[in-house]
């Protein structure tokens, strides 16, 4: 069974910094890409970042390009996002997923940036 | 970026009876490679989004065969088919074509 297990989430300043995990199991996670997506509280969902599986492709969202760094550990089965300059409207659940398109989904983190 | 633009914003469905959901996109969704980059999801109450058609209308693993995608280039459609209590929550479409990946607004389907 696909598991994807994100963790890391939490209240933190403007400004300051957080790294979220995403631990994954029932499947060969090295064979795959791998998204970090946000939903703000109440709204929609948000492409953050993806990562090929060996690394060699990332991509970010507008809003995060220059703040946060999508990486993985193959030996590991874990992504990573290292969010630095939070600001207020990071605030959201972030969930990872699977493949380029998303075809499996992890619970979520809440992550709240707030003074 | 592609825009994506969903309708309606809400849908209140009779159990039993069919929902259909539209999704369009600013530009065309289809790649050289003959594939067109275009799935839908479904939140439920409290959860995670689940994938449930990719590619137009490939049916992803587990899902059930009452949800069937249509259309092409621009226009797509989701149909529910005889709507149940756990179809409740939001829909939404994204495309892969390009990056960023980009998200419709989503549709709320609701129970009459």
């Known amino acids: 069974e696909v598991q994807l297990v994100e963790s890391g989430g939490g209240l933190v300043q403007p400004g300051r910094s957080l790294k979220l995990s995403c631990v994954a199991s029932?499947?060969?996670?090295?064979?795959?890409?791998m998204n970090w997506i946000r939903q703000a509280p109440g709204k929609g969902l948000e492409w953050v970042a993806y990562i090929s599986s060996g690394s060699s492709y990332i991509y970010y969202a507008e809003t995060v390009k220059g703040r946060f760094t999508i990486s993985r550990d193959n030996a590991k089965n874990t992504l990573y996002l290292q969010m630095t300059s939070l600001r207020s409207e990071d605030t959201a659940l972030y969930y990872c997923?699977?493949?380029?398109?998303?075809?499996?989904w992890g619970q979520g983190v809440m992550v709240t940036v707030s003074s | 970026d592609i825009m994506m633009t969903q309708s309606p914003l809400s849908v209140a469905v009779t159990p039993g009876e069919s929902a259909s959901i539209s999704c369009r996109s600013s530009k065309s969704l289809l790649h050289s490679n003959g594939i067109t980059y275009l799935s839908w999801y479904l939140q439920r109450p409290e959860k995670s989004p689940q994938l449930l058609i990719y590619?137009?209308?490939n049916l992803a693993s587990g899902v059930s065969d009452r949800f069937s995608g249509s259309g092409s280039g621009t226009d797509f459609t989701l149909k529910i088919s005889k709507v149940e209590t756990e179809d409740v929550g939001i829909y939404y479409c994204v495309q892969f074509l390009e990056v960023p990946r980009t998200f419709g607004g989503g549709t709320k389907l609701e129970l009459k």
């Open positions: 029932g499947f060969t996670f090295s064979n795959y890409g």
């Open positions: 997923a699977r493949n380029y398109y998303f075809d499996y």
């Open positions: 590619q137009i209308s």
